[in-house]
């Protein structure tokens, strides 16, 4: 397995290129299933997860092609002629649940094997199942798959989310715009990525308002059409990279950074003593001292905190002037990044959902090993600011969320090497 070698190499200052989100792209690849026409994204990211949703759009025989070195995704669905999702590849990725509702709303039934837990919770599907049965969905669980039909075609039905669901909304979304009648959806999740889908949706002919609200009404349509959509900016690779700078000093711009995918981030940073700023490329983002200082963090659904910015913000605090106390109130174990920030020397004490960080002049340089995708880069922006050699092992976690992780970085000064496992 690679490792990723860096060492604390003072400030940072250039540019760096921010991709198409992945949680955008894992939920744009999947509606391809709706339609029979060709559609194309844009601006796609080039990572391990992008490439499992393709095999698994494959292997039910959807035609997916990597174009312009993977930026470029074309997409075709004319010939499904299997619509059974396999534990194999579903367990790797459990964005793998989204094919359930695209499938389920075009042919009237579908397979899909229960993802399993990961690393950071259970992660249940729930809400999914309960959001396609008031669609008229009729579920069987066996064998650890879900057996969905909808005989007669999913009717248009009120879904009551009892707590917001990037997952579950989008599923629910992309079902109800082939569903007949109308749709609403209370409690939705109004992420950019739930706004990104809505908008390639509705390019495609659905019939959709409120999207980016908590209540999306959806008029389904007989059939819909091809389209070509650009993947929405990824709003966690910027959070990720404007750290960058936060820990280390130096000024640094990403590019194509807009400041309402980050806002309620930004104004953290700006607490903490960051300064961002709205550029015609993107945002620059320079720490204003030597030092930001402690500022306590809660993790919300959007427009709140991002849980997916959270442990890269606990990097940051780790290095803070003062005490800082972040609630993660999304997920119940994210916080495994914390035992190897203390191998770094940073003072963390873990309570349940509540970590307490006590913040320190420098970090140590240390050998640490990634567990989850954003922990594995919060431990890379560790080691940017850190005195010494950190060498972060288990990258194929990093390696499905980031891409060129060491290129970027590299380019703007920092000390960073991947070695290839011999
Ligand atoms: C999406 O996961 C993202 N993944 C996650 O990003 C992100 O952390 C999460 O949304 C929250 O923003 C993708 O978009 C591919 P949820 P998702 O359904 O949809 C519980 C990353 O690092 N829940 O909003 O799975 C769930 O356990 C990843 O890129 C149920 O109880 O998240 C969690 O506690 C990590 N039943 C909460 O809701 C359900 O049926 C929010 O989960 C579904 C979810």
Redesign the pocket.
């Known amino acids: 397995m690679d490792q990723i070698i860096v060492t604390g190499n003072g400030p940072l200052n250039g540019a760096i290129p921010i991709a198409g989100a992945?949680?955008a792209c894992?939920?744009l690849m999947p509606a391809t299933l709706l339609s029979e026409e060709p559609l194309t994204l844009t601006n796609a990211p080039r990572l391990s997860?992008i490439r499992t949703m393709t095999a698994l759009l494959q292997s039910l025989g959807a035609e997916v092609t990597a174009m312009n070195d993977g930026k470029v995704l074309a997409l075709s669905s004319h010939g499904l002629d299997n619509h059974t999702a396999d534990y194999d590849i579903v367990r790797k990725?459990?964005?793998s649940i989204?094919v359930l509702g695209p499938m389920l709303a075009r042919d009237g039934h579908a397979v899909v094997s229960l993802p399993g837990g990961c690393a950071?919770?259970?992660?249940?599907?729930?809400?999914?199942?309960?959001a396609l049965e008031a669609m008229g969905a009729e579920l069987d669980l066996r064998e650890g798959y879900v057996h969905a039909k909808a005989p007669g075609g999913l009717k248009g039905g009120v879904v009551d989310f009892p707590?917001?669901?990037?997952?579950?909304?989008?599923n629910a979304l992309m079902a109800a715009t082939l569903a007949k009648g109308t749709t609403v959806l209370n409690n939705a999740?109004r992420?950019p990525?739930i706004v990104d889908l809505a908008q390639c949706l509705r390019r495609m002919g659905a019939q959709i308002e409120g999207e980016g609200t908590s209540e999306i009404t959806i008029q389904g349509v007989d059939r819909l059409n091809g389209a070509t959509h650009p993947v929405v900016t990824d709003r966690?690779e910027l959070g990720t990279y404007m750290l960058a700078p936060a820990i280390c000093g130096g000024e640094v711009t990403c590019l194509g950074g807009r400041m309402d995918l980050v806002a309620a981030f930004a104004e953290k940073l700006d607490e903490a003593g960051v300064d961002v700023t709205e550029t015609p490329e993107g945002l620059t983002v320079k720490r204003r001292g030597d030092r930001v200082r402690a500022v306590d963090v809660t993790t919300e659904?959007?427009p709140g905190f991002?849980?997916?910015l959270q442990a890269q913000m606990m990097a940051l605090l780790c290095t803070a002037d003062g005490v800082s106390v972040l609630e993660e109130k999304?997920?119940?174990n994210r916080f495994m990044h914390a035992p190897e920030l203390l191998r770094m020397g940073a003072k963390i004490e873990v309570h349940g959902g509540t970590a307490k960080v006590t913040g320190v002049e420098r970090l140590k340089g240390a050998p640490v090993m990634a567990t989850?995708?954003?922990a594995s880069v919060s431990l890379i922006l560790a080691g940017l600011a850190a005195e010494g050699e950190t060498v972060v092992s288990r990258v194929y976690h990093l390696d499905r969320?980031y891409e060129r992780v060491e290129e970027k970085l590299m380019a703007c000064g920092a000390k960073i090497e991947r070695v290839r496992e011999t």
């Open positions: 992945k949680n894992l939920t997860d990725m459990r964005a989204l950071i919770g259970a992660r249940p599907v729930d809400l999914h199942l309960k707590i917001v669901s990037v997952g579950a909304t989008e999740a992420e990525e966690i659904p959007f991002p849980t997916d999304i997920f119940e989850d995708l954003r969320g």
